[in-house]
């Protein structure tokens, strides 16, 4: 699903026809946006002659991308990821203009990983292309975000999501208005609460979290960062993240130390209960 990027599209469709793409992209903005989907989408262009996500029915197989993300919440993207990256894209194109390789979740790189996209990025392939994708480039580093060109993907109106759920779900009115008010113009949101069992219990945790008191926030911390449940924290820090954005000036403190708590957590074995507790800094 991807809405309110139709300004990028154009200028992405053209700088494609016109063979002006730059060697690297920095995708960045909030999760859930159309990001990830905007860079297959635009990798589908390359290949296919068509900027929209490939469609299995007209048996399209993206053969010319390749994607590294992280494979669990808390695993940091290394240098053996990018040595396999840089392999793929030094070997020339088929079926596409150029090779696209797409980092989703370029905040789990290590700081090994991004001096060898940087090296890259130096001399890259004239038919290579990079997108990263994150929501704060200042996560990385300063000499590597130089080398690329950033790309602002901010929200989608709230009407237009509402109006796709109906269209799409079929949804009511009543119910997709309120799914829209809750996605805060983030698309991939407003899907995951229409179709997950789960959010509702996440949600719940994520206003406690934030509006508790400390005694409140620890206990969820321990049952977040218990064994059994650590798949959770990654989205539970999402939907932190999520709800905090709802009013982003008056809780950038808790955004600042959140995000830089799963900086911490993606690249260092650490503890992660106390990492989660050190990021309640707002509330001492």
């Known amino acids: 699903m991807l809405l309110g990027h139709d300004k990028l599209e154009k200028t992405f469709t053209r700088l494609v026809k016109e063979r002006n793409l730059f060697h690297g992209y920095i995708f960045f903005g909030e999760k859930s946006v159309g990001k990830a989907t905007f860079a297959r ?3 589908n262009l390359l290949e296919f002659g068509e900027f929209g996500e490939p469609k299995e029915s007209n048996k399209r197989v993206l053969t010319e991308a ?6 669990a919440e808390s695993e940091s993207i290394g ?6 990256l840089k392999h793929f894209l030094y070997s020339k194109p088929v079926n596409s203009a150029k ?3 797409i980092v989703d979740g370029a905040d789990m790189l290590t700081n090994q990983a991004q001096n060898a996209i940087l090296k890259i990025s130096e001399e890259p392939p004239e038919t ?6 994150l929501e704060n480039p200042d996560s990385l580093l300063q000499t590597l975000q130089s080398r690329f060109q950033k790309i602002y993907f901010g929200r989608a109106s709230s009407g237009d999501i509402k109006n796709h759920l109906m269209k799409t779900l079929s949804l009511g009115e009543k119910e997709a208005a309120r799914i829209a008010s809750l996605s805060f113009g ?3 949101r407003a899907i995951t609460i229409s179709s997950s069992n789960e959010w509702e219990s996440l949600s719940k945790d994520a206003a406690k979290f934030l509006t508790g008191s400390s005694s409140n926030s620890v206990a969820i911390i321990k049952e977040i960062a218990d064994a059994d449940n650590k798949h959770k924290i990654r989205p539970f820090l999402t939907e932190v993240i999520s709800q905090a954005c709802g009013d982003s000036e008056k809780n950038h403190l808790i955004l600042k130390s959140i995000m830089k708590r799963m900086t911490y957590l993606g690249d260092f074995n650490v503890n992660k209960r106390l990492q989660l507790e ?7």
């Open 128 to 133: 290579g292309l990079i997108i990263m994708i």
């Open 79 to 84: 240098i053996d990821e990018i040595r396999d």
């Open 66 to 71: 390749f994607v590294i993300s992280s494979r």
């Open 278 to 284: 050190a990021g309640l800094i707002w509330k001492t």
């Open 99 to 101: 090779r696209v390789a």
């Open 41 to 43: 989408c635009l990798a």
């Open 186 to 188: 983030r698309t991939g």
